[in-house]
């Protein structure tokens, strides 16, 4: 591996760990600061943890695909161990945002409802996570299918889920997380073999 290369790996790296403290910590501060209630700190640690799910698959994802973006487009194609990386980072990301979009469900219990009705509701809240699923079932092995599903599945959250500017927060939380997942399908696809026109 060459020294500039690895320097800017290390540089990279270091500038999305940052991004990712300062992004959980400032979401943090405006959870507690819009309920000034919330002093127990095992909830804020709770719910700073759930918070660094789509934070730590933002930053993941923008590291590994620029990496092997550089790699790719240096050499004609990526290490063998970027490769599987590659190959299992969508899959593994894609399950992890299913489930923190799902835990949103669980709210639902909340309500005073029957057990038929409170049922139905976590059903119902549920779809989002459940076709997100079916979707990665149909990817799992055809990477292709993945980046289209995905880039779909994003362009939907963005419709639905920010309407507003006080909805912009869901861009971070929701839509660019599933966007990267599709970009991370997408180099899976393209970027784990060599360019026909170029010797590795």
């Avoid at 403290?21 to 759930?50: C, Q, R």
């Avoid at 698959?57 to 063998?80: D, K």
């Avoid at 963005?158 to 500017?165: L, T």
């Amino acid at each position: 591996m060459n020294t500039p290369n690895s320097q800017f790996n290390r540089v990279l790296w270091m500038a999305m760990v940052i991004l990712f403290v300062l992004s959980v910590a400032a979401f943090t501060y405006l959870n507690i600061a819009a309920d000034p209630g919330l002093d127990k700190w095992w909830i804020v640690a709770l719910n700073a943890l759930i918070i660094s799910l789509p934070f730590g698959l933002l930053y993941g994802a923008i590291y590994v695909l620029s990496v092997a973006w550089m790699e790719y487009h240096q050499r004609g194609q990526v290490t063998p161990r970027l490769a599987k990386i590659i190959h299992w980072a969508p899959r593994i990301a894609a399950l992890l945002i299913i489930f923190f979009i799902s835990l949103f469900s669980l709210d639902v219990f909340e309500m005073q409802a029957s057990p038929l009705e409170l049922l139905a509701g976590f059903l119902m809240h549920n779809i989002p996570s459940i076709s997100m699923l079916v979707l990665l079932a149909f990817a799992w092995k055809r990477p292709a299918v993945g980046f289209a599903a995905f880039i779909i599945a994003g362009t939907l959250f963005a419709v639905f889920f920010v309407r507003s500017i006080y909805a912009l927060p869901n861009l971070l939380l929701f839509v660019f997380p599933i966007l990267l997942i599709a970009g991370l399908f997408y180099a899976d696809w393209k970027w784990t073999k060599p360019l026909p026109t170029r010797q590795a």
